[in-house]
């Protein structure tokens, strides 16, 4: 895809939502955070379902470690891999309480040290909740940066690093957000509804859908 192609997808993807949002609940970066972490192969869905409750109760390290492992995995056992999720968000509030004064890091390095956070997350976090201009990397970016030919690759980072060279600096804020939403209601893998996306004719996918 050239570079005046990538504009005007950007260009029509802000024109159709303006201010995109993430889709999991929070109260504050804290809260994002486990949030973010206990969406690891989970829908938000499930999430926000398992989390209202848990965030009327906790908001910051301090009280989570307060709830405990035990009352943590009461109210996500419905997430998968809810024992191992609870183990890393109880050491992640100890490590946020020890090493940094109980708030959540802003910069990527010290996040992807925090236990159960990798780069994905770290980049989620840093782009919603201190609106940094980074790119997280899911199944749904992968699949439309390959699909359309805008950032092909075969790992994630090699796309988040082609993502982040080839979008336009004004467009990189919430680039995540609109490219996360296209690929979940539009671009889904199984049947994307090609007649329906206002970028198909940007579109390098060759087996588009019809009507």
């Known amino acids: 895809m050239k570079k005046a192609e990538i504009e ?7 024109a159709r939502d303006p201010s995109p949002k993430g889709e999991l609940n929070y109260t504050n970066p804290f809260t994002l955070l486990v949030a973010v972490v206990l969406s690891a192969q989970a829908t938000d869905i499930g999430v926000n379902k398992a989390t209202g409750a848990l965030f009327r109760e906790v908001s910051t390290p301090a009280e989570m470690l307060a709830l405990g492992e035990a009352g943590l995995k009461q109210h ?4 998968g891999l809810f ?3 609870a183990k890393n968000v109880i050491a992640l509030s100890e490590l946020l309480i020890a090493e940094h004064g109980g708030e959540v890091p802003t910069d990527r390095d010290a996040l992807v040290k925090l236990p159960g ?3 994905k997350t770290a980049n989620v976090v840093m782009n919603i909740a201190f609106g940094a201009p980074t790119i997280a990397v899911d199944t749904h970016l992968f699949r439309v940066s390959n699909r359309t030919g ?3 690759g075969k790992t994630p980072i090699e796309v988040e690093r ?3 060279k080839r979008i336009p600096k004004k467009f990189l804020l919430h680039a995540h957000h609109w490219l996360i939403l296209h690929g979940r209601y539009v671009c889904k893998a199984r049947k994307p509804d090609c007649p329906a996306c ?4 940007l579109c390098r996918y060759k087996a588009k859908t019809t009507v």
């Open 8 to 14: 005007e997808f950007f260009t029509r993807l802000e």
């Open 76 to 79: 996500i056992r419905t997430i």
């Open 117 to 119: 956070v990798g780069r």
């Open 83 to 85: 024992n191992s999720k």
């Open 150 to 152: 805008m950032a092909p």
């Open 162 to 164: 082609k993502l982040e």
């Open 198 to 201: 206002v970028v198909s004719d």
